[in-house]
């Protein structure tokens, strides 16, 4: 083949093929660009506005709309039509209340901040989650990065070896790097139970056989580099992207992504779920230093028999996020680690005629922990119906503008996009919630 006929090829596709051809390394579209964080040049460390104590952030996504009023914002005193089963439990905190189906949150309550006052003005689920996590409203001309896009620009790459931003369980439609270089954006994890996949080489090649596999592929591809690789960025990072999976295919911090290396009790602190094991292993990942875990569990739009769906869907996520605060604390974590928990919008406080809770973004509710945050608080409040927000509103942008307070990082910072419009990780008007922290 001549250097012509290499340069007809799609870039993307000749590495995918020749990664996968030499090792059994499969480098497609989102891989390829979130392995390629790892090879950038360390940025500036820039100087913290604020909070800092947390190094790393595990943030909780359900999507679907979760619930406010049967689950962090209970009414006790509420109507039958607007309470519907939902019965109120005392927590660890005097005076703190949460919904029957969170019962070992309870019992962590001096840990946690619950934020009663998140307002949002996207009543639609790709558009909220967008704006949940990005505190900006959806555009068609861009693409705004997440939470752990921005912490990885401002802080700068660790030099690790494992990928500084991972997501795990994440549905399509995650916003990613946005309009960053892919090297910010996260590595993916379909699976927890099934870990990194594909990240060995093929049992049939010995160590000899890999190098020569790749000093061919430099070789084949040192004049496609040399024409394109200066002037095209997605050409450079497709190359780093190679480079970089090589390097964490001899990493020692591959283990991490093996939850088998989990005793039988940390399993059963975690639950069976496949939510369980995504924030078991996204807290083996943040032992070992990696920046921002996001795990999303799925299916909280409960239109219809919204208390039969409570009660099969809720224990998952009390057992885990009880047991992730539980096990930070025992590893000497919680201080370190600020723990997330988020969502698109909440559900409507008057139960509809399926017995079920429609769309609601105009109150609901959200926690945050570790990382410096005082627990045992409530911040904001709604009515005696949870239908609208009475004290502190708290936007998405005020909300992302908070997770980078914690980490210390300056989130009103501007940065530029390929446009030349400015942008900042709390948005234009976000401001950090500081009566959280300690």
């Not at 995650?174 to 099934?194: N, V």
């Not at 939510?275 to 996001?294: N, S, T």
């Not at 569990?297 to 009880?322: R, V």
Request: aromatic share 8%.
């Amino acid at each position: 083949m001549s250097h012509n006929q290499l340069d007809e090829l799609s870039r993307r596709g000749f590495l995918a093929t020749t990664a996968k051809s030499c090792f059994g390394l499969t480098i497609g579209g989102a891989a390829a660009n979130f392995f390629s964080s790892q090879t950038a040049s360390a940025a500036p460390k820039v100087l913290a506005a604020g909070g800092g104590q947390a190094k790393s952030v595990i943030y909780l996504f359900m999507s679907g709309g979760m619930t406010h009023i049967d689950t962090l914002d209970p009414k006790s005193s509420a109507s039958s039509d607007v309470r519907g089963d939902t019965k109120s439990i005392g927590t660890n905190v005097n005076g703190i209340q949460l919904g029957h189906t969170l019962p070992n949150l309870a019992k962590q309550m001096d840990k946690v901040a619950l934020i009663r006052s998140m307002t949002s003005t996207q009543g639609a689920h790709a558009q909220g989650r967008y704006f949940m996590r990005t505190g900006y409203s959806p555009r068609s001309s861009i693409v705004h990065p997440a939470p752990g896009a921005w912490t990885n620009q401002l802080m700068g790459d660790t030099g690790k070896q494992i990928p500084d931003y991972i997501t795990v369980n994440c549905g399509s439609g995650h916003p990613g790097a946005g309009f960053m270089e892919a090297k910010y954006g996260p590595l993916p994890i379909g699976d927890a139970m099934a870990g990194l996949q594909n990240s060995k080489p093929a049992k049939y090649t010995n160590e000899e056989q890999f190098h020569k596999q790749l000093d061919l592929r430099q070789q084949l591809d040192q004049e496609f580099d040399k024409k394109y690789a200066k002037g095209q960025k997605h050409v450079r990072d497709y190359s780093q992207a190679f480079e970089a999976a090589v390097k964490l295919m001899k990493s020692k911090d591959l283990e991490a992504f093996d939850l088998s290396q989990e005793g039988k009790a940390a399993h059963m602190l975690y639950g069976p779920s496949r939510f369980g094991k995504g924030v078991l292993l996204a807290r083996r990942l943040v032992e070992r230093g990696v920046r921002f875990v996001e795990v999303e569990y799925s299916g909280f739009d409960w239109h219809n028999d919204f208390a039969g769906e409570m009660e099969s869907k809720m224990p998952a996520l009390d057992q885990a996020l009880a047991g992730l605060l539980k096990d930070l604390e025992v590893k000497g974590l919680l201080d370190s680690t600020l723990v997330v928990l988020g969502t698109e919008f909440g559900r409507s406080p008057k139960i509809n005629s399926n017995a079920g809770r429609n769309h609601y973004p105009k109150a609901f509710s959200t926690l945050m922990a570790g990382g410096g945050i005082k627990g045992g608080q409530v911040y904001g409040a709604t009515d005696k119906t949870a239908a609208a927000v009475t004290k502190d509103k708290v936007s998405a942008p005020d909300f992302n503008a908070t997770i980078g307070h914690a980490l210390g990082i300056a989130h009103d910072k501007v940065i530029y996009s390929p446009t030349k419009r400015p942008f900042r990780m709390g948005a234009r008007e976000g401001k950090p919630i500081t009566k959280l922290f300690t």
